[in-house]
Every structure is written in C-alpha cells, then in structure tokens.
C-alpha cells in the first residue's frame, strides 16, 4: 500500500522557520516526483502549488515561497523535505505532498490531477 505521511507542522511566530517532512511507503524515489501544495483557509477546492522535485534533478518553486523555502528529499530515507524559513502569516495553511511514479512536463507540475498519491496534510499556522 502507498502511503505518505506528512509531518513537522505547527505554530510558529511570523520571521521563524519550520521544516515539513513526507515519508513514503510502498514506492521508492528512484523515479518519482513530489511536490508540496497548500490549502488555504476557507478554499477548500483549492490547493495552491508550493514546490516540485523529481528524480531528473528538476526543482520549482511557487512565486509565493521562492527564496524562502527549500525542497529537497533523501532516497535513502524516501523522504521528502520542505524547509520554510521567513515565514509569513499569509503562509498559514495546510500543506500537503504528493507524489507521481515520473517526473512531469513543467507545464504540468502544478495539476493536481497528475499525481497519483497524496498525504493526509500537516497544518501550518504562522501568527503575526
């Protein structure tokens, strides 16, 4: 069974930093992709793309987060990393990974729909 499982949410003062981890089970990285996406309070239908990384060594990042958050994983441990720093009030939301068994097109890193598995979400809260 496939299973990823985020962790490292939490209460946090605007300026600090948190770390979000998305342990995987039941596939390996070895050709993957995974991405971070958040829900925002009160849109429930939408969940905006955070940050993308795949086996082919590609890595994106939403305008929102970039050069404030960092994606990386490590294979071994077949876990994926979301490290946010500068956080923000306007960062408060639940953040989900997700994960497709190939890299994507760029064009369609941020389509929900082109992944396959997707974890159960860790909230995020950062006050001002």
């Known amino acids: 069974e496939v299973q990823l499982v985020e962790s490292g949410g939490g209460l946090v003062q605007a300026g600090g930093s948190l770390r979000l981890s998305c342990a995987a089970s039941?596939?390996?990285?070895?050709?993957?992709?995974i991405a971070w996406f958040r829900q925002f309070p009160g849109t429930p239908t939408e969940r905006e793309g955070v940050?993308?990384?795949?086996?082919?060594?590609?890595?994106f990042y939403g305008d929102s987060v970039r050069g404030r958050f960092t994606i990386s994983s490590d294979n071994t441990k077949n876990t994926a990393y979301l490290q946010m720093n500068s956080l923000k009030p306007e960062d408060t939301a639940v953040y989900y990974c997700?994960?497709?068994?190939?890299?994507?097109?760029?064009?369609?890193?941020?389509?929900?729909?082109?992944?396959?598995?997707w974890g159960q979400g860790t909230q995020v809260t950062v006050s001002s």
């Open positions: 997700a994960a497709v068994s190939r890299p994507l097109q760029v064009l369609m890193i941020w389509v929900r729909s082109g992944y396959e598995y």
């Open positions: 940050s993308y990384i795949s086996s082919d060594g590609s890595i």
């Open positions: 039941g596939f390996t990285f070895d050709d993957y992709a």
